[in-house]
């Protein structure tokens, strides 16, 4: 059974840095796309990043230029780098794994919380 399960989320003031982590576990096969989304309070899930097994990355434009996508195909685990956060990127993230082009899988979600 393949489990995703993040890390790194927390409570940060605004301006500040958090690296979010997703490890997928119960596979020794490699997903075609790994990504993340958000869903703020009150708002529907929306889609942050995304990064596909050969290294392209596909950003939203809210993520654009602050956060950064990456992943260690070995260890099968995704990355996000969130850096100059806004109080407007308090949300659960997401991340997910796509065997080709939809998510197959998700984690439980980890809690980013940007005080003023």
């Known amino acids: 059974q393949v489990q995703l399960v993040e890390s790194g989320g927390g409570l940060v003031q605004a301006g500040g840095s958090l690296r979010l982590s997703c490890a997928a576990s119960?596979?020794?096969?490699?997903?075609?796309?790994m990504g993340w989304s958000r869903r703020a309070p009150g708002k529907q899930r929306e889609p942050v990043a995304k990064i596909r097994r050969d290294g392209i990355t596909i950003y939203a434009d809210s993520a654009k230029g602050r956060f950064t996508i990456s992943r260690d195909n070995a260890k099968n685990t995704v990355y996000l780098q969130l850096n100059s956060l806004k109080l407007e990127d308090t949300a659960v993230y997401y991340c997910?794994?796509?065997?080709?082009?939809?998510?197959?899988?998700w984690g439980q979600g980890t809690q980013v919380t940007v005080a003023a």
């Open positions: 997910y794994a796509a065997v080709n082009l939809t998510p197959d899988y």
């Open positions: 119960g596979t020794t096969a490699s997903f075609n796309l």
